[in-house]
């Protein structure tokens, strides 16, 4: 993965340079640029640049365009796709706090849930969630356009990382213990 890197003298623009053995300080002239850039990325702008005023907090960029969203059936669910993981992460999330509920509140397993009656609403949820999550895909709107400070796509995604484990080894707990976790 390629990295970017700018350094600059923001000190006033002066930088200390050695002149006639004792140190002086002497104007900047040109930001210094350093950049690291691998075989996908290519440097565009070798030419020196002015270093930005005391002012500024750092050079400014050109926001990048945002691509276009596909709304294609197979681009939304493909393997590296934004549906898939993001459905079965908010269904993990939502079936991890249902399955700790009722194990806590009423002391059966996942296992006791599942053959009790917990199918009928297991397929209920999943078909409203999945449906609730693909529809504003199919509209074109970005993962991230809705992203927030503190709930992000990249937290979301996470959180329902760890209620997949959390599910899981929440199944195998009882499996090997032979009963409910509580």
Known sequence: MACSAILSSYVAGIAPRVGLGRPALVPRKHALRVRCAGDQQKIQD??????PSP???GPTTAPKPQPKVSTKFSDVLAFSGPAPER???????????????VEVAKGDGIF??????????????????????LVPLFRGESVQSRSGAVMSADAELWNGRFAMLGLVALAFTEYVKGGPLV
């Open 46 to 51: 070798s030419a020196p640049t002015t270093p």
């Open 55 to 57: 002012t500024s907090t």
């Open 87 to 101: 459905i079965n992460g908010r269904l993990a999330m939502v079936g991890f706090v249902s399955a700790v509920a």
């Open 112 to 133: 006791a849930q599942l053959s009790n009656g917990g199918v009928p609403w297991f397929l209920f949820t999943a078909a409203l969630l999945s449906v609730a999550s």
